[in-house]
């Protein structure tokens, strides 16, 4: 191994998050500028990205995207604005309606291209009749403490909007529209990247109230009456989408896979443990600790360093009143059933620069963590307990802190061995 394992990892990280950048990738798919009126929309934390390179390619453009404060980028006629995220506010409902003005009235003639990526759920937003954005805003906030699955939050978000699963698509209709699309879900689902605002969907409201229950989820009356009746989510197959071409083009496989050729060439044996991993951040770890355990016990003197590479999105059930996000309470309930292994590396980031609560893409784990958190005064199960994991790498100095990548291919997570 060329590098110590720290480095490497984060130097994996980097590399991760480098090959999904929109000025290195959405280039090949951009058709050339046609002819007639073009208007530019998007949302997402990667929009503004996107919309810059965009405008490399084609030049100044009409158009709006909706982009998480702080990520904007400079446009030379796409105006950028910039919302909360992710909890939906007034400057997202605001600007979500002045995206609907601009599509308004559109002529088969004329072309539509869409700039869609994670973080589109909370930044498009125009709740469904009868619910304020205070109430949108209780149920989205629910929605991410409960643990479930982003595909099951997102079909609640569809049949709560009039701009999502598919509703934008048709509104845009009969122009043609192409939307690109950078993949954070696990199985790389169009219907689920920033709610599908451009994607048809079959879910229901019967669909959205059975996820509530499930995930026992209390809303206030007007939410139960919006789902009581059938919501604007237009299915698959509605001819007002059929103008409607949407595309990724990047997504976590290649991120991962360009991080797997860079630990090769650093001389390490790589294993793929998937790229659409969900569920519970801590029981993942638990896992991920017993495999690598376990194949530290197998490896024998001489065999180079094992690399474990993942991606997907887990889920944090919040229990306790902590600051934490899924990449880092991984590491911390890594940390933890690793015991402080010798010869074992950790780094677990979201690929947007934002883990959950904090503005930390995540953390690192090594040997010494378990016996610096005693140092420094900090109990590792009691912060686990409490959803705690930002700020108990934040006392021992492991946190990883890029600011906005200006990306979003989600979680990426590595352990070395060896």
């Not at 130097?11 to 929109?22: I, K, N, Q, W």
């Not at 001489?302 to 887990?314: F, I, Q």
């Not at 996000?325 to 911390?332: K, S, V």
Request: proline share 6%; with cysteine.
């Amino acid at each position: 191994m060329k590098k110590e394992p720290l480095t490497l990892l984060r130097t994996l990280f980097d590399r991760a998050v480098e090959v999904a950048d929109p000025m290195r990738s959405i280039g090949a798919f951009l058709p050339e500028k046609p002819e007639g009126r073009v208007i530019v929309v998007g949302a997402g934390k990667a929009s503004a990205r996107m919309a810059e390179a965009v405008e490399a390619a084609w030049g100044p453009c009409e158009g709006l995207v909706i982009t998480r404060y702080g990520y904007g980028r400079p446009c030379k006629g796409i105006e950028i604005i910039e919302a909360a995220h992710p909890v939906p506010d007034a400057a997202g409902v605001a600007a979500t309606g002045r995206m609907m003005t601009l599509l308004s009235g559109l002529q088969p003639e004329d072309f539509v291209l869409a700039l869609i990526s994670g973080g589109a759920s909370a930044l498009l937003c125009t709740p469904a009749e009868g619910v304020t954005l205070a109430e949108k805003q209780a149920v989205n906030a629910a929605l991410l403490a409960s643990g479930a699955p982003i595909d099951k939050m997102n079909t609640v978000r569809k049949h709560l909007s009039r701009v999502k699963g598919g509703q934008l698509g048709a509104f845009s209709a009969p122009a043609r529209m192409l939307a690109l699309m950078i993949s954070d879900v696990p199985g790389d689902d169009m219907a689920f990247i920033g709610s599908g605002p451009t994607v048809g969907d079959a879910s229901t409201v019967e669909d959205a109230r059975t996820i509530l229950s499930e995930w026992r989820i209390d809303v206030p009356d007007s939410v139960r009456m919006a789902l009581s009746r059938p919501s604007g989510v237009v299915p698959p197959g509605d001819p007002r989408l059929s103008q409607v071409v949407n595309r990724i083009f990047a997504a976590p496989r290649q991120s991962l896979e360009a991080a797997a050729d860079l630990g090769r060439s650093q001389g390490c044996e790589v294993r793929m443990l998937g790229d659409d991993l969900e569920g519970e951040a801590r029981d993942v770890a638990a896992a991920q600790a017993a495999l690598a355990l376990a194949e530290q016990v197998k490896r024998g003197a001489g065999a180079p360093p094992l690399l474990l590479l993942s991606g997907g999105e887990l889920t944090v059930t919040r229990r306790g009143d902590g600051i934490g996000g899924p990449n880092a309470e991984f590491c911390l309930a890594l940390a933890l059933a690793l015991d402080g292994a010798a010869g074992i590396h950790a780094i677990a980031c979201d690929t947007d620069g934002v883990d959950g609560a904090a503005e930390v893409a995540g953390a690192v784990v090594h040997p010494g963590t378990l016996g610096a958190a005693k140092q420094a005064g900090v109990d590792p199960a009691q912060a686990l307990a409490r959803n705690d994991a930002h700020r108990f790498f934040a006392a021992i100095g492991d946190q990883v802190v890029t600011g906005p990548t200006l990306t979003n291919v989600n979680d990426f997570r590595a352990i070395l061995i060896g």
